[in-house]
């Protein structure tokens, strides 16, 4: 299994990126998917996460009501559609698949990208 993150860059604080990230090698939708992002100096933490079907999403708290999940099964596709960015979204994020149910736990993650850097200016 193959995940290429794209989508990061800069944006000023108040505005909005679309993270994708392409999975191959895979039948994916097979897998939970999964976001998360790791802060200079900081540990990884959970973004976002979504059922193989779509039908299911779950949020960090710090996310709920700015980032919304989704994804494409026919594009083999998940995104992260992120607004109301704020200088501490800045981070290097990485989408992740995983057997069977989805979950906020990276260890419990199979695979993972390679990480797309956002950057947040105030």
């Known amino acids: 299994v193959q995940l290429q993150a794209s989508g990061g860059g800069l944006v000023q604080a108040g505005g909005s990126l679309r993270l994708s990230c392409a999975a191959s090698g895979c039948s994916f939708s097979a897998y939970a998917m999964g976001w998360f992002r790791q802060a200079p100096g900081k540990e990884r933490e959970f973004v976002a996460t979504?059922?193989?079907?779509?039908?299911?999403?779950a949020y960090a708290d710090s996310m709920k009501g700015r980032f919304t999940i989704s994804r494409d099964n026919a594009k083999n596709t998940v995104y992260l559609q992120m607004n109301s960015l704020k200088p501490e979204d800045t981070a290097v994020y990485y989408c992740?698949?995983?057997?069977?149910?989805?979950?906020?736990?990276?260890?419990?993650?199979?695979?993972w990208g390679q990480g797309t850097l956002v950057t947040v200016s105030s």
């Open positions: 992740a698949a995983k057997f069977g149910s989805y979950s906020s736990s990276w260890s419990e993650y199979n695979y």
């Open positions: 979504i059922t193989r079907s779509g039908a299911m999403t």
